[in-house]
T-cell receptor, first 113, second 112 residues
Framework: SAVISQKPSRDICQRGTSLTIQCQVD?????MFWYRQQPGQSLTLIAT?????????ESGFVIDKFPISRPNLTFSTLTVSNLSPEDSSIYLC??????????FGDGTRLSIL | DQQVKQNSPSLSVQEGRISILNCDYT??????FLWYKKYPAEGPTFLIS?????DKNEDGRFTVFLNKSAKHLSLHIVPSQPGDSAVYFC???????????FGKGNQVVVIP
């Protein structure tokens, strides 16, 4: 299955700033997703990253707060904007290849000061 | 609204014994269920899945049972090994949809 690399693996950011997380896959994949796991909570789907078009966001997530880019079939970025303490979470990229279950990168651990 | 629920957040079991993890769901449209295993500082890794047309799927030491009428599934690990110590997530999707709904996870500790 495809190998997923996420960068950075962790970061500590100031309130009001933004962080961009990169997800690189070693092969072309059709489906890419971004999830968030807040402390003590389940993984929650933020959006589906669509190649060459705007991402499809889940209820409760908006493009202004979580802009996503997907310029090609191997790469996507998630930006978390205007950071507040509530954004302290693990952010995970996942991909789905045909006839395979979704599999995940190792995540980005974000803490807000 | 939590559509996938995992109660009993933690479980301790002796090596060699059976670990049983439970998962309940509320959305009757869910028809595909997965279990993921997660070690600290790593992403979730796929363990086993089951389609709603089955009531059991087995892969080595791991078996998943599905009770559709009760909207309940369980994961059995037998025999449990120390390397099984991890957090286990139950997930579900509907109608070939790629959008997964996850439970909060169960911490399993296997005692040597």
């Amino acid at each position: 299955s495809a190998v997923i690399s996420q960068k950075p693996s962790r970061d500590i950011c100031q309130r009001g700033t933004s962080l961009t997380i990169q997800c690189q896959v070693d092969s072309q994949v059709t489906m890419m997703f971004w999830y968030r796991q807040q402390p003590g909570q389940s993984l929650t789907l933020i959006a589906t990253a669509n190649q060459g078009s705007e991402a499809t966001y889940e209820s409760g997530f908006v493009i202004d707060k979580f802009p996503i880019s997907r310029p090609n079939l191997t790469f996507s970025t998630l930006t978390v904007s205007n950071l507040s303490p509530e954004d302290s979470s693990i952010y995970l990229c996942s991909v789905r290849e045909p006839n395979q279950p979704q599999h995940f990168g190792d995540g980005t651990r974000l803490s807000i000061l | 609204d939590q559509q996938v629920k995992q109660n009993s957040p933690s479980l301790s079991v002796q090596e060699g014994r059976i670990s049983i993890l439970n998962c309940d769901y509320t959305n009757s449209m869910f028809d595909y269920f997965l279990w993921y295993k997660k070690y600290p500082a790593e992403g979730p890794t796929f363990l086993i899945s089951i389609s709603s047309i089955k009531d059991k799927n087995e892969d080595g030491r791991f078996t998943v049972f599905l009770n559709k009428s009760a909207k309940h599934l369980s994961l059995h690990i037998v025999p449990s090994q120390p390397g099984d110590s991890a957090v286990y997530f139950c997930a579900a999707s509907a109608g070939g949809n790629n959008r997964l709904a996850f439970g909060k996870g169960n911490q399993v500790v296997v005692i040597p």
